[in-house]
């Protein structure tokens, strides 16, 4: 069971299928590991709460509280309970800038679960950049 995970979201995007339709490579990715039989889940922080299917992937859009990018402290235990409830053997996050987010999640999941964080050329928090190198080591 894998999972992709993405904490930022566009909120410009105001319907699951835009979503899907915008980050094309993701859903595309996902759709390719789908056919041999992995199960595969992709859980998006959203404006609203929903479950789509296409081609063998469960797409989770899970609102929480706060804004579309979240800050280190701000840690979305609700997309979290969500992931572990899936107990994936893998988990891929996008983007070296959720590393306190990261960390916590790693706290919920089974140790034999993977987590893999792509990094996508951000830039990490001035303030926090110390932080977050210690995070991901």
């Not at 995007?13 to 039989?37: M, N, S, V």
């Not at 789509?52 to 979240?70: C, N, S, T």
């Not at 830039?123 to 110390?130: A, D, L, V, Y």
């Amino acid at each position: 069971r894998i999972v992709n995970l993405s904490y930022f979201y566009d909120a410009g995007l105001t319907d699951p299928d835009q979503l899907i339709e915008r980050y094309r490579t993701t859903t595309t990715l996902a759709a390719e590991l789908a056919k041999p039989g992995h199960e595969i889940h992709v859980v998006h922080r959203f404006l609203n709460n929903a479950l789509v299917e296409r081609q063998g992937v469960q797409f989770h859009f899970v609102k929480d509280r706060f804004p579309p990018g979240l800050k280190p402290w701000q840690i979305p235990l609700t997309l979290h309970n969500l992931v572990a409830s899936l107990e994936p053997e893998l988990v891929h996050i996008h983007s070296l800038s959720f590393a306190a987010q990261a960390w916590c999640l790693r706290t919920r999941l089974n140790r034999a679960c993977a987590i893999v964080m792509q990094d996508h050329a951000g830039q990490p928090m001035r303030r926090f950049g110390g932080v977050q190198r210690q995070l991901l080591k």
